[in-house]
C-alpha cells in the first residue's frame, strides 16, 4: 500500500496545550489537534460513545468530553489514570483557588514540622532542600478532604518532583544527572509548584467555559487479558480514538520509568513493577503472529539478538489479543482510529500500522485510509543507541500512522 506524508496532520504551530491538555507532562502524548480531527471526520451524528483502550493521559477523553460524547478509557499506569481523571471530571474551582490563596499560609506552618515520606532510595534521586520542600507540600496537599480536590494538586506536584528530582528530565527512564551537575541542582521547588497550579487553574477554567459532558469514566483493567461485558458491553462503543504504547515499556517508551517517582509518592504499591505489567511485559517464545512481513522480521531479529525478537513477539502477541478484545465492544458502522509508530529495531522498521490493519480487519473491520505524519514535537527520544556503542546512534521513529477502520 502506497503512503504518502500528509502534511495537514503534521498540526504545526497548534497550541497543544490548549484546555486541560496543559495538565502535566507524559511520554509519547498524542496531541489534541488529531483526536480533535478524527472527531470532525469520523464521529457520526448519532455517535454517543468513545472509548480509548490505551488512554494515558486523556487526550481523546478530553475532546470526546468537549464533543459531550460519553468517554470511557482505561490504563494501567495510576499516574495516568489520575492525570486523565482531573483533566475531565467537575470540580468545584472555586474551592481549588480558595485553596490556592492560603497555599503559602498553610506551606509556612508546617515548615518547622517536616516529615520525609519513606521512598526507595529517596536520598539518591533528591537533595536535601527539594526533599523538604516536596515533603511540606504533599503534607499541605493532603489535608483537603475532597478527593478529586485533592487531586487536582497532586497533578503539579507529580510533575514538579519529577523536575526537581535528579533525573535526567529528558530521558523516560530513570538515569540520574551526572555527578558534576547535582552541585548547580538547585530549582526553587515552590515556585515551580504555584505556577503549575496557576497553570492548570486557567487551563481547567477554559475546558469549563467550552460547557463539556464530564461524563468520562476511566479503568485500570488490561485490555490484552479482558474488557469486562458488565463495564463495556459488546458493540457498544460508536467510535474509538487511541495511541497504543508503540512497543514493550522496558524497550521501547518507559511509562512505568517515567512514573515511577510520582507514583511512590503517592503511595502506589509496587510502582517499580509497573512496566512488567504493561503490554509485553511477559516474555515468552516466539510463535507466528499471523502477518508474515513481521514474522519474517521477528526471524530475522532472532538469528542475532533472540531475546530481543522474544521482546518484540511478546509486546505484539499482546497488542493483538488487545485488539481482538476492543473489536467486540464495537457497534456495527462504529469506527476505529489507532495512531501507532513504527520503531526500529536492529534498523529494521516494525511494521506496527501494517499488523493493526491486519489484526481488525480478521475480526471484520474494513480499512478505510492510513494517514501519514510527521512527528515534529512529540515528547520521545528520534534516537537511540541499539548497541551501546559510544557515538553509534539511529532513528527511532519520525513517522505516526493513523490507521482507520469501520466494523462492517
Known amino acids: 500500500m502506497q503512503k504518502e506524508i500528509n502534511e495537514y496532520w503534521n498540526f504545526d504551530g497548534c497550541d497543544t496545550k490548549e484546555y486541560t491538555h496543559c495538565f502535566h507532562i507524559y511520554p509519547a502524548m498524542m496531541i489534541p489537534q488529531i483526536a ?15 472509548f480509548d483502550p490505551y488512554c494515558g493521559t486523556g487526550t481523546s477523553l478530553v475532546e470526546g468530553s468537549l464533543r459531550r460524547l460519553i468517554c470511557i478509557g482505561i490504563d494501567l499506569n495510576p499516574l495516568a489514570r489520575l492525570i486523565s481523571k482531573v483533566k475531565t471530571q467537575q470540580i468545584d474551582i472555586n474551592n481549588i483557588i480558595e485553596f490556592r490563596i492560603h497555599f503559602l499560609e498553610l506551606y509556612n506552618s508546617y515548615k518547622n514540622e517536616i516529615v520525609i515520606p519513606k521512598i526507595t532510595n529517596i536520598n539518591y534521586w533528591f537533595k536535601e532542600k527539594q526533599l523538604q520542600q516536596l515533603s511540606i507540600i504533599k503534607r499541605c496537599i493532603d489535608t483537603i478532604s475532597v478527593e478529586i480536590e485533592k487531586e487536582f494538586f497532586l497533578i503539579p506536584f507529580s510533575e514538579t518532583l519529577r523536575e526537581v528530582s535528579l533525573t535526567r528530565n529528558n530521558e523516560f527512564k530513570l538515569y540520574r544527572i551526572p555527578k558534576e551537575k ?4 538547585n530549582p526553587d521547588t515552590l515556585s515551580l509548584f504555584l505556577n503549575k497550579v496557576d497553570r492548570n487553574i486557567n487551563g481547567y477554567k477554559k475546558y469549563m467555559e467550552c460547557n463539556p459532558t464530564y461524563n468520562v469514566s476511566i479503568y485500570d483493567f488490561d485490555s490484552s487479558k479482558d474488557i469486562p461485558n458488565t463495564i463495556i458491553p459488546e458493540n457498544f462503543v460508536d467510535i474509538v480514538i487511541t495511541s497504543p504504547p508503540y512497543g514493550d515499556s522496558r524497550t521501547t517508551v518507559a511509562y512505568g520509568q517515567f512514573s515511577t517517582l510520582s507514583n511512590e509518592w503517592m503511595g502506589i504499591e509496587n510502582a517499580r513493577k509497573l512496566d512488567s505489567n504493561l503490554m509485553g511485559g511477559l516474555v515468552t517464545e516466539i510463535e507466528q503472529t499471523g ?6 522480521i521477528i526471524f530475522n531479529i532472532s538469528l542475532e539478538k533472540p531475546k530481543r525478537a522474544k521482546e518484540i513477539y511478546s509486546f505484539y502477541r499482546d497488542y493483538k489479543q488487545s485488539i481482538f478484545n476492543v473489536s467486540k465492544t464495537i457497534k456495527h458502522g462504529g469506527i476505529v482510529a489507532y495512531v501507532v509508530g513504527n520503531r526500529r529495531v536492529n534498523d529494521i522498521e516494525l511494521p506496527t500500522d501494517e499488523f493493526t490493519k491486519y489484526c481488525f480487519e480478521s475480526q471484520g473491520f474494513k480499512h478505510i485510509e492510513t494517514i501519514v505524519r510527521n512527528i515534529p514535537n512529540k515528547r520521545q527520544p528520534k534516537q537511540t543507541s541499539p548497541t551501546n556503542k ?3 546512534k539511529v532513528s527511532t ?4 500512522y493513523i490507521v482507520i477502520l469501520k466494523k462492517e
Not at 521513529?397 to 505516526?400: G, K, R, T
Open 390 to 392: 559510544k557515538g553509534k
Open 397 to 400: 521513529m519520525n513517522y505516526e
Open 291 to 296: 502477518l508474515k512481513a513481521l514474522d519474517n
Open 36 to 50: 480533535r480531527e478524527l472527531l470532525e471526520k469520523y464521529c457520526e451524528d448519532e455517535f454517543k460513545v468513545l
Open 182 to 185: 547535582i552541585e548547580q541542582h
